[in-house]
């Protein structure tokens, strides 16, 4: 079995490099930042002799660090099959040996970034079922060639392989076990240009683009010369609102063709594969992603819509997956980043046959309509009063919040609803997006009912129905129902062997 | 929906939440008394000591006896050979419905003040949630957790 240890590419020593260096970024920022402009500028620094200079060699010192440091841990990174296990060894000052089972492997996802491309290389992670200790038996191989990748996936092939075989001749009769057919990958969906850029434009990353934008423009708010800046300013005031407001609206546009831009980066050739157990998402310009998605992780499919995406008939598709690596937030996967609804369904339909995906949705009773936003107008209405005395007259404009809160209420009402299947539970409600949750019986951990004390007198009840998403649980919500709605989905999801001893 | 679970916690469940409500309405105590003497080297008006009063009152009343009796009244479980019932909550009731299929481990944990009462409380944990039923004798939690551990083994996935 021994056939010789591997290293990783050598571009991983600079890559570690580049790693460290991003993690040492902020505090960089912070200690230079200080230095330099404390004083006059850069120029101070190198007036005061010596002494000026020693946040420049400490910041010096540090990255000659970090770069040997990359280099050493390249150097001592190996890895090698061994028993029908990954083995690898690596360690900066304390050398660690990290043994996984190729059993245990759930899948190996690749990414190349500007860095791999050129080179034909990828980056490996190697994820496996998540024994609950954080981070353990889990490795990540920063550069090595598609042949070595390659190399890996048949290693475990065979190991898997071979295990199968060893099994076989105690269940039974000798039976020749064929070795399994190449799986043939399917490729399902190719995310078209126009989608792409529906996607981008009305993406909500846009706010995180904008929060940024402004991040950006305070850091730099303390830099700017205010008396040169200052003369300036009152020019630019008598040109007059008119001017300020065309600046505004020009950084928004800005903020809003950068988001679009990220986006289409980051999901630029989305494409979707499978074979028999597995879902593959392949994305990205500058960094390719792979991703694999094992069917039998898959927990639950979320399709969400915000209003302007309903409005034209788009949704993204998420698919809930148990496990995994911690703090990846790649956990919640997108299956869709945004389809249109009618070509998503057959592929939705062909990738999870044992589930409904149009089934007749119960509402809600209309006596519930009023607890979708009494309590929100109960909370709302000291602000009302504080608002309303402080800035009277014009804070009673907050009243105009009132119609909004109930509309939206009514809105919720009108969409919230569920469906029960004979082994799936459809649930579908909303926050101002509209979230229809499809799950197995089998998945769905616990099943909670609540009532508040007017729901109570009412007869209405909330059904909470969690499953398990990533190292958390997801929790698909349809409040106010009818309370008999709420006692058949608790029937329902009552264990077989529990119902059979009641009757 | 209507039938409730069968079993109640413990009656000392109840005396322990009043231990912890009084603690809670000594912490308020103190900070109107507090206030008190604000009041008093500031010569804010009198009647505020008519409100700091009240305030303590109102707090010792609902914290001390108001709450925990009711939260202890809804307190139900139930242990079936394949689910797990429980029912809580003050203003708004909480049914759950746990398969034992589902259950992962079970838990039981017991602090000072639940110790010096003999209780402990058993925290049921799925994949994805963890479920605390807040006050049983130990003996009992012990006993509970050793049957949900080995019905949990037990139970098989019927879909």
Known sequence: ?503 | MDNQPKNQISRKGLTVWRVYGSMETAVIALIAIGAGVLTYFFDWPQWLYAIYGAVILLFGVVLIFWFPKIRWQRWRYEVREHEIELQHGLFIVTRTLVPMVRVQHVDTEQGPILRKYDLAEISISTAATTHTIPALVTAEADELRARISVLARVAEDDV
């Open chain 1, 1 to 503: 079995m021994y056939e010789g240890r591997y290293k990783l590419h050598p571009i991983s020593a600079f890559l570690n490099f580049i790693k460290g260096m991003k993690e040492l970024l902020l505090p960089f920022i912070i200690i230079f930042g200080v230095n330099i402009f404390r004083g006059d500028g850069i120029s101070s620094m190198f007036n005061q002799g010596w002494q000026g200079m020693i946040p420049l060699i400490v910041g010096g010192a540090v990255l000659l660090f970090l770069l040997v440091a990359g280099i050493i841990k390249w150097k001592r990174f190996v890895y090698w099959f061994e028993d029908g296990e990954l083995r690898i060894e690596y360690g900066l000052f304390v050398k660690k040996k990290r043994y996984i089972p190729f059993e245990r492997i759930q899948s190996l996802n690749y990414a190349e970034g500007i860095f791999h491309r050129p080179l034909g290389l990828v980056k490996v992670k190697v994820e496996t079922a998540g024994s609950g200790k954080v981070g353990q038996a889990e490795a990540e191989l920063t550069a090595i060639s598609r042949e070595d990748a390659d190399r890996i996936e048949k290693e475990m092939e065979k190991a898997k392989h071979q295990l199968s075989r060893e099994k076989t001749p105690i269940i039974g009769p000798v039976e020749f076990v064929e070795a399994p057919a190449k799986k043939t990958t399917k490729t399902l969906y190719h995310m078209s240009m126009k989608e792409l850029l529906i996607l981008a434009t009305t993406s909500s990353g846009i706010g995180v683009v904008i929060s940024a934008v402004a991040i950006f423009l305070s850091q730099f708010s303390e830099f700017i010369p205010y008396d040169a800046v200052y003369e300036e300013i009152i020019l630019f005031l008598r040109f007059g609102a008119l001017i300020v407001a065309l600046t505004i609206f020009v950084v928004l546009v800005m903020a809003w063709v950068i988001s679009v831009i990220m986006t289409i980066v980051a999901n630029y050739q989305f494409t979707i594969q499978y074979d028999e157990d597995r879902i593959y998402i392949t994305r990205g310009l500058l960094e390719k992603k792979k991703v694999s998605i094992p069917l039998k992780r898959v927990q639950g499919i979320k399709i969400s819509q915000n209003p302007l995406r309903e409005l034209f008939g788009y949704a993204t598709v998420v698919v809930e997956s148990a496990g995994g690596s911690v703090g990846d937030k790649d956990e919640k996967i997108r299956l869709f980043p945004l389809v249109k609804t009618d070509r998503m369904l057959p592929i939705l339909e062909e990738l999870f046959p044992e589930l409904e995906w149009t089934p007749q949705l119960v509402g809600a009773p209309k006596r519930s309509i009023h607890f979708f936003y009494r309590l929100n107008l109960v909370w709302l209405s000291p602000m009302f009063a504080a608002v309303g005395y402080f800035f009277y007259p014009y804070g009673l404009l907050a009243l105009l919040i009132v119609p909004v809160v109930i509309v939206i209420g009514i809105w919720q009402h009108r969409t919230v609803g569920y469906a029960l299947g004979d082994r799936q539970l459809t649930a579908q409600f909303r926050g101002l997006s509209k979230h229809r949750y499809f799950i197995l019986k089998k998945r769905i951990q616990v099943v909670q009912v609540t009532q508040s004390y007017f729901e109570r007198r009412k007869g209405i009840a909330s059904i909470h129905s969690t499953i398990k998403s990533g190292m958390m649980g997801a929790t698909a919500t349809t409040p106010h129902m009818e309370k008999e709605d709420a006692s058949r989905i608790l029937t329902w999801y009552k264990p077989l062997g529990a119902k059979e001893q009641s009757s």
